[in-house]
């Protein structure tokens, strides 16, 4: 059932507001003001490394999750998409964590990977969206997201619900760690919560993105470029368009594109600059700049200090609400979402079957 929306593409991403309270549930006690795992007992203080295997969008999810093990619980992560690891002779050290992240449970890659890293002594935590799957049912350590059945083939809500589980778990492994002071984990605690209300926030947006799609659908190529978090970002977003758009987009670190991708930006390549307030923003804006001076075509996604900043010269911009760093991934998710679900609309493609692709990969 699609309720009021056309496609369930667009369902559910109107759900992400309530699906991602719902999976925080379990990993916040609010009233206490805490981080905890569904399995409390279980003993993260040991964890000497991560390697974090999935595919798609949820290796982007990922992606995202490194900057945050990194940055709080300061442990290694080494990340990799399934169909590589499996193939590589990958190094995994005793007293590793293994994380698999998937929405199916089900995709082989991933699969392979997980079975792969056991026999290894990993031990396996499973951030999954169907609890009944072959994931959830191999994994030491279940970490479910309450996204709901996910219909549409192009993955919104279950890569909003797990950056939500994995900034709780990078929180959870910080505080085992020693890394938290209790105002630390207060904070961390506060700013989670915030994350459905700015969620709701940013769907608001969606009739100006909806107004300027048509300036992308008609584009052969479409670059994103982000920094840090937005990285990942870039290249989900880039993965959205592709898949529901068909068109050509490829996703940057905003850093890399005068090492080459620079070269394709002539003003029928619109640009799509991720970039919120915060301690990255001038130098994305300069690399931002650098596409400018060639003609190229931009639109920002930004706060609105990001926009009053540096929104003068761009094709469009896009306002988000403003969002602490730890939740603007899940909240940033939303307008490259909407901007590609927009997008094929406008082009009348098959928005949740989209051609050659199945909701779950179960072959190599
Ligand atoms: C993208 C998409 C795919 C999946 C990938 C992994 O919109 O849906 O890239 O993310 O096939 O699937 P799961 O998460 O089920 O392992």
Not at 302 to 318: P, V
């Amino acid at each position: 059932d699609k309720g009021n929306h056309r496609h369930f593409m667009a369902k559910e991403i109107y759900e992400q507001p309530i699906v991602v309270a719902q999976t925080l549930r379990g990993y916040l006690q609010r009233l206490e003001e805490k981080v905890a795992l569904p399995i409390p007992e279980f003993d993260l203080s040991t964890i000497k490394r991560v390697t974090i295997v999935a595919c798609g969008t949820s290796f982007y999810a990922g992606m995202v999750a490194k900057y945050w093990f990194e940055q709080f619980a300061r442990v290694a992560v080494d990340i990799d998409v399934a169909s590589e690891f499996r193939y590589r002779a990958p190094v995994m050290e005793e007293g590793g964590l293994m994380i698999v992240i998937s929405q199916s449970g089900e995709t082989a890659d991933t699969l392979a990977a997980l079975r792969h890293a056991k026999a290894e002594g990993q031990t396996i935590a499973a951030v999954v969206n169907v609890p009944t799957s072959t994931m959830a049912r191999e994994a030491d350590l279940l970490l479910p997201t309450h996204a709901g059945p996910e219909i549409g083939v192009a993955s919104t809500k279950a890569f909003t619900c797990q950056l939500a589980v994995l900034a709780a778990l990078a929180a959870n492994l910080a505080k085992a760690k020693g890394r938290l002071t209790s105002e630390e984990e207060r904070e961390i605690v506060v700013h989670l919560a915030e994350a459905p209300a700015a969620l709701n926030d940013a769907l608001s947006r969606d009739e100006a993105i909806e107004a300027m799609a048509g300036a992308v659908a008609g584009a052969r190529d479409v670059l994103y470029l982000g920094r840090g978090t937005d990285y990942p970002l870039a290249l989900e977003g880039a993965l959205k368009l592709k898949e529901i758009s068909y068109i050509h987009a490829e996703g940057y670190a905003a850093g890399e594109m005068k090492h080459g991708p620079i070269a394709l930006i002539d003003e029928n390549v619109p640009v799509i600059v991720i970039a919120p307030s915060g301690p990255l923003f001038e130098k994305t804006v300069s690399n931002m700049q650098e596409v400018q001076a060639r003609g190229g075509k931009v639109v920002l996604i930004s706060d609105r200090k990001g926009i009053a900043a540096a929104g003068e010269n761009c094709l469009a911009t896009i306002e988000m609400p403003t969002a602490h760093p730890l939740i603007a991934p899940i909240v940033y998710a939303v307008p490259v979402q909407l901007l590609a679900y927009h997008v094929a609309v406008a082009k009348g493609t098959d928005v949740d079957q989209p051609r050659n692709l199945a909701k779950s990969v179960t072959v190599e």
